[in-house]
C-alpha cells in the first residue's frame, strides 16, 4: 500500500512541526503551508489524501481556504479536519458547514486525531456524523 | 423654550383623583405633560403598550388588579418605563416595597400639590434613563469581558499545542529512549498540561454563562455508562489520596437527556472536589436514581465522609471564584469555577444542583439531568420541517441470534458497525437513530425515525439493509441484520394546532412501536 500524503494548514511553525513529526512516524508523508495562499497552491501541486486545516490564516481564513479548494476541480474531493484553538461553540457547525469532515480543538489528542485520520483516509466514510469532542 | 411634551399615563379608578391630577399638572402652568387617564389596569396595560408613555402613574388599588400585583404586571409589559406608584395616607408600607420592586417613586394621594408632581414625574424619568443606560454599559462591558476571554483563551490554546505535542512526542520515545525517571517528569509536565486546558476553558465557560451564552449539545445519554467512565479517568487521582469510590446505579434508570461532556465535566467537578477536600483514606458514593418527587428527571449525588461545610460556607460554593478555604485545605490550586460552572451547566440542562452538608456529616452534592423523552429527539425535526402532516417512516433493525451469543466486547463492535452505517445512511437534519432506550439491557434492536413516505422509506431500509450485508464486521461475527419498517400516519392538523400537542402524539406513537418491538425480540430471544 503506498503512503498516504497529509497537507498541515497551520501558521503556528510549532505546532506545525511537531505534528509533522507525528504524522511521520505514524508512516504519512506531509506536506505543509502556513498561511491561506500557499495552502491552496500546495493543494493544487501535491494532491493530498487529506488536509488538516487551520482557521486562523493570514491571507484569508480557514473558511475561504475551504470554499477555494471546494470550487478546484483538482481538489474539490479532498477530505478536510478542522484542527483549531477557536471555539467550537460557534466555529464547528460553520466547518462542518463548509465541507469539514470532524473539526478538533487544539490541542488535540494525539489518539483522537489519529484515529479521525485513519477513518478518512479510507475505512469508514461516517467519520463527520461524529463528534470527535466526546 | 419647548420642551418635548411628556407622555403621562394615569391608571386610577377614582374620578376624582384622576381630576385632581389632571389639574395639578395644569397647574404647574408647564403644558408639557400630556395625560391620558385609564381607569383599569388591564385598559391602561392597553395604552401602555400601544402608546408608550414617558411615564406611567399607577393606583395601586384597582377594580381588576390590587398592590404589588398591579406594579408586577405593568413592568412585565413595558420594562423600560418608569413607574411611580400611588397610594393612600395609609398604606405606606405598600409604596416602599413598591421602591424596592422596581418602581422609581411612590406618592401619597392627598400630600400631593403640582410643583411636586411635575418634579417627581420628571424625576422619575431621568432615574429610569440613568438606570437603563448604567444596565447598558454593563452588558456591553460583559460582552467586551466575553470577547476578550475568547480572545485570550485561543491564543493561549497555540503554545499549548505545541508544548502538548513536543512533550507527547519526546514520551513516545520519537526522540530516543528514555528512562524511567525522564517518563516519570514528563508525565507530570502533560498533567499539567491537560489542567492548564481545563483552566482556560473553564474561563470562557464561566463568562458565556454570565452573559447567557451557554450552550449544549443535549442527547439520549446512558447514565450509568457515564458515571463509569467518567470515575474511570478519576480513579488514579482517588487511588494517590487512597480514597475509595464506590458506585450505585439504579438498574432501571431511564437514559437522560443530557450534553455527554458537560454532564461529564458536572460529576467530574464534584468528584474531584470530594476528593480533594476529604483527608486521606476518605470514602466516596457516587449514586445514580430516580428523582424522587420528580419522575421527568434522573438524580445523581456524590457523597462523601469529609469534615463537611458549615452553613456559611455551604451558601456560598456555587458562587463564582469561591473556594473553601482554610488553613488545613491545603492546596488552594484551580480557579474557583467548578461549582460555579457546574451549577450553570445543569441549569442549561433544566435541571437542579444542590448540597447537603454540615459540620462533620460529610457533604452530599446533588444534581438532576431530564429523562429522555422521544419528544425531545422529534421536536427539532417535526419543527424544522414544519411536518403537520405526511408520514414519518420508524425503520427497526433487528440483530439475529448470533450475535446475543456473542462476547460483550464483540457485541459493542457490532453494535458500533451496525450505528456507522445507520449513521451513514441517514440524512441528519431530516432522520435520526434513535438512542438505546433501555440503556440498562443489551441491545437488541437498532431504530431510525425518518422522515419520508412509503417509497422513501423502502429505498431507506433497502439501503441500510445492503449496507449492512456489505459490512465486515458483522460478516466475520455471523450476525444477520433484518431491516423492516412502518409507516406513521400524521393524522392533519390545523395550522394553529401548538406544535407541542402534534410532538407527543408522534412520540407517544412511536414509542408505543418501539416497546412492542422490543418486548416482541424480548419474547422470541
Redesign the interface.
Known sequence: MSQKKILIVDD?K??LL??A??LK?NGYQVASAVDAVSAISVARKEEPDLILLDL?LPGGGGFVVMERLRNLMSTATIPIIVVS???P?SNKELAHKAGALAFF????D?DLLLTAIRKVLGQ???VG???P?? | MSDPQLKVLLVEDNPGDARLIREMLAETGDSTFDLTVAGRLSAGLELLAASQPDVLLLDLSLPDSQGLESLARARLRSPAVPIIVLTGLDDEAAALKALSEGAQDYLVKGRVEGDLLGRALRYAIERQRLTLEVEQQRRRQMELKDEFLSHVSHELRSPLTAIYQFATLVLDGLAGKLNPQQREYLGIALHNVQQLRTMIEDILLATRAEVGKLQIEPRGVGLGDLVHHTLEALRIQAAEKNTAIETQISPDLPAVYADPKRARQVLTNLVENAIKYTPEGARILVRAEAAGKDPEFVQVAVIDNGPGLSPDQAARVFDRLYQAGGSDTASRKGLGLGLFISKQLVQAHGGRIWLETGPEKGSSFFFTLPVLSLAHLLEPILVAKRLKKGSLALITIGLAQDEAGLPPPARQKVLESVQDVLRHCIRPEMDLVLPNMRPAEPERMLFVTACTDRGGAELMAARISNQLAACDDLRATGTTPRVAFELVELRSHPEEAPVEQLVGEVAGRIQQLVEAHLREAEEVG
Do not use: F, M, S, Y
Open positions: 503556528d510549532d505546532t511537531g505534528l513529526i507525528r512516524a486562523g484553538a477557536r471555539d461553540q480543538q487544539k490541542p488535540v494525539n469508514h466514510a461516517a456524523q461524529e463528534d469532542e466526546r
